[in-house]
């Protein structure tokens, strides 16, 4: 079974940076991708991005890109989601989830990180 563990969370000023770590155990060599969700209260779980274990290929939600970046490091299985010009609606927990296959499912979920970011 794969076991995620998120990290790096904090508090940030507006227009700051934080780096998260997502560690995965228990991955089996052949899974497809990594993503990372948010979760802000009061509203939906949202899409944020996600990379492929194979290739490195990545894919962002419009409202991150070109502001975060998500990178992999196969021989640690960690994936990480490096967050720039962090603004207020940013904030939320992070979650980090993996997806077996091209046409799966995100079926296991980390417990996830608080990000706060303060105007």
């Known amino acids: 079974q794969v076991q995620l563990v998120e990290s790096g969370g904090g508090l940030v000023q507006a227009g700051g940076s934080l780096r998260l770590s997502c560690a995965a155990s228990?991955?089996?060599?052949?899974?497809?991708?990594m993503g990372w969700f948010r979760q802000a209260p009061g509203k939906e779980r949202e899409f944020v991005g996600r990379i492929t274990w194979s290739g490195g290929n990545t894919y962002y939600a419009d409202s991150v890109k070109g502001r975060f970046t998500i990178s992999r490091d196969n021989a640690k299985n960690t994936v990480y989601l490096q967050m720039n010009r962090l603004k207020p609606e940013d904030t939320a927990v992070y979650y980090c989830a993996d997806r077996a296959t091209f046409f799966g499912e995100y079926s296991y979920w980390g417990q996830g990180t608080q990000v706060t970011v303060s105007s």
């Open positions: 228990g991955r089996t060599f052949s899974s497809y991708a």
